[in-house]
């Protein structure tokens, strides 16, 4: 694999570049020019050419929903960038991906009203489910519910219920989650199945399947202006043939900084080991070949993935916005976990995932979180204004926002944590003005310095305590943050953070058109749940380019092709493949995949391993738009 390259390439710097962060993550992977751009390119056509179901669990605010239908749209974006050089492309493929998304799942009230929201643009299509318990057969809940004492029990003594638990839900796991089981549904007011063969359900056994327009370009595309023809009924694939995903970002309370340090022996270990124990039942039953997960940094994936280990091949990633070039703290551990039965990894060993990955997205920081601040005065008045009337203020409505004064709006602890970091933020330049910097280099402001630059806090951690980290880059967000901007000299906006994560909210402000589908929907909950649901969802650029890089370094396996499809993979690395139900055997290496080009790997070998051989245009080279991309 090639070194990582000693300089980062400049991260984006205005608010358009940042928005348009879909198309950087595609160009990123098949427009590196570190000569493997074509053979990404190959796997990434073949995968999605077969269309993605996607299912999820842990589902908060479906960033998982967004992340595909902002893909999609950079997808498309640049097969119409290839189709005006004329000729076929290697792209046009990326015009026609079918998602669909089978079900949520999340016992949050507030969540699911957001979840019930995406599933009414889709036509009550897409399946609710509450509490990961009630997958579970009645007797199989009963029996959990009995594993734990009902007096008050020591840490130990809970860590080793949670453990009994989760050993008794994988000795347990073919009845426990046979294929045939179901949940209770809230969009349909029934049973429904957890793991669906054919076409989602509808709102009802009389309404008829869901119309898609002709020219619409995926299941999860809703956008009016890129479609358009008369509506038809187009029949779904089976869906054994897409590529089927689960995504989770499971509960992180054990394991937060800000939570109290249970680990083990934290409730959420129960819905952890019933999501895990399914993710196994399903792996054995071949209706999913891919899951991909996301929690704390402190998450220990090899101790709590270990039960993945026999089915799986698992790739774990720590990684923040900020390698990315994105001027926002939340580091994340991401996981991909592939069953071995239908996939295989062809990337690099896990010692080397982090590198080769920073190879292709990292980038430096070049701008300062100021440049989310895209609301306009009259959105920063209301916002000034709600806050407060909620402290008995009634500010005038001919007011100016500038003119409000922060003693109006915040709290009298927030008041006093301003005034204390506004001492350490002073501390910080007379140290730097001894080194001679000037104000906008101590600030790390890339453009025209306003007073002393950007710097952030939020105001309910206390200075040098729990998760305060003052500064320029936009500070870790919180469930219950309340960010202040010192050269804006007001609260950030929760839709200002909602960009800063990757959320189009501000698409008439921005040349990247496609905004956030569940705005609407987001728009009607109050301030603090706003940021609550921030607080427990994702950074979307970053999960982004995680996901798509695992499609990009990930093969489907036919194994009615082959009874050992791996060995004719060209692959580097020690990657482990199953060879038939219960055989765990480790093959060697046939070739330096990373050192392969497109005509190094043949169509021929490709079409013999995957199950992917219904390519559109089998003729067109990925070499041709890739040097277009660079």
Known sequence: MAEVRGALKAGPLSLDEFCSWPVTVIRSLIGAGDGDDGERLHRLRFLLQRGLWIDSDYSGVAGEYEVMHQMLQALKHIALEAAGLGGESAVSCFNNVKVVHGRFCDKGKQQQDILKYISSLHNNSVCLFGDLNDRLPTAARQLLDSMIPETKVTPAEAKQAYSNMSQWLMENRAWVFAPAGTSPCLIHGTDCPLVKSVEPASTSPATPPPKRRRLSFSESDTSKMDVAGEEESVPLAPASSFLRVNLAGTTCTGWSSAGKGLHFADPSERPHAIWLAERVARAEQGVEDMVISECTPRYPVKEKLADLEKTHEIIYLHISPMQLGWPVRRSRVFTCSLNRESMAWVGPDQSAVADHFLQLFGREIQATADVFLAATDAEVFDFLRERASKRGVQLPEDMSWQDVSMQHVYAPGQLVRLENYEKARQEVLSEKHSDGADDAAVAGDSGPSRDCGAWYADLEQNPGHGASTPGPILPSALTHGTLH????????????????????????????????????????????????????????????????????????????????????????????????????????SFGDCGAATDSDMSRQQFQSVASDSHEENPGASPRRFVRFLQ
């Not at 499809?565 to 692959?571: A, D, I, K, V």
Request: charged share 15%.
């Open 485 to 588: 901007s010192w050269s804006a000299n007001r609260p950030m906006l929760p839709m200002e953070q909602y960009v800063a994560h990757g959320w189009n909210v501000f698409a008439d402000r921005t040349s990247w058109k496609h905004g956030c589908e569940i705005l609407p929907a987001l728009q009607k909950r109050s301030m603090c749940q706003q940021k609550k649901m921030l607080g427990n969802g994702w950074h979307l650029p970053v999960i982004a380019s995680w996901w798509f890089y695992c499609m990009c370094h990930s093969v489907k396996l036919d194994r009615a092709a082959s009874i050992q499809p791996e060995r004719t993979l060209l692959r580097s690395g020690g990657s482990s493949f199953s060879l038939g139900q219960d055989s765990q055997q480790s093959l060697s």
